[in-house]
Each structure stands twice: as structure tokens, then as C-alpha cells.
Nanobody, 122 residues
Framework: QVQLVESGGGLVQAGGSLRLSCAAS????????MGWFRRAPGKEREFLAR????????YNADSVKGRFTISRDNAKNTVYLQMNSLKPEDTAVYYC???????????????WGQGTQVTVSS
């Protein structure tokens, strides 16, 4: 069992930055693939980024490529999402997830955090 807790969300102006954190507990974090997703009002859940267990392999969705960066610190059992050049359309609830498959499909992730709200004002 893995528990995930996101933090770092909030209100920011367009063009600003936020760094989301996801603290994991409950089992060996360093063996999990970690992913970030978001759900905007009235829209389906969207994959954003994933990172392999070592942190050496990452992938970002086209919608955030060049603006968002995923990273992890296995010593702190934490994964991060650095978000730069934020746009109003980035407003959503952001979720981290843990799984064993290196995938952008939400169904491949076994554990999810409760989400953190990010609101970008224009």
C-alpha cells in the first residue's frame, strides 16, 4: 500500500510558476514509476508527465512540454512537478500517481493522491 499526498497548489497569475510536491509513504518509493495527471472542470483526466524509478527517464505530454518538468528525490520519497509559464487553461486539480508500469495511461497506476488545486488567473 502506498499513500500519496500532494501539496504546493494555489492561485497564481498567468506566466507565473508553481512547484507541486507529492510525498509518498507506505512502501519502497524508489521502485515505483510516478506520474502526474490533472482534471480540469468538465474535462477528462489528462496525463502530464511520468518518471521512472531512478529518475533518469522522463516523459512529458505535448501540452506541457517545455513548461513542466517532473523530477524525484528518492531519499525524500517525493516527486515534484515544476510548472512554469502557467496559463489559465492549466487550471485544474493536479494528482500524482504511483505504479509499476512506465505508462501514460491512468489505469496503469495503482495509487493516487487526493489532488491539489491549481488556479491560474488571467
Amino acid at each position: 500500500q502506498v499513500q500519496l499526498v500532494e501539496s504546493g497548489g494555489g492561485l497564481v497569475q498567468a506566466g507565473g510558476s508553481l512547484r507541486l510536491s507529492c510525498a509518498a509513504s507506505g512502501r519502497t518509493f524508489s521502485s515505483d514509476v510516478m506520474g502526474w495527471f490533472r482534471r480540469a472542470p468538465g474535462k477528462e483526466r489528462e496525463f502530464l508527465a511520468r518518471i521512472n524509478y531512478s529518475g533518469r527517464i522522463t516523459y512529458n505530454a505535448d501540452s506541457v512540454k517545455g513548461r513542466f518538468t517532473i523530477s524525484r528525490d528518492n531519499a525524500k520519497n517525493t516527486v515534484y512537478l515544476q510548472m512554469n509559464s502557467l496559463k489559465p487553461e492549466d487550471t485544474a486539480v493536479y494528482y500524482c500517481a504511483a505504479g509499476s508500469a512506465y505508462s501514460d495511461a491512468a489505469v496503469r497506476y495503482d495509487y493516487w493522491g487526493q489532488g491539489t488545486q491549481v488556479t491560474v488567473s488571467s
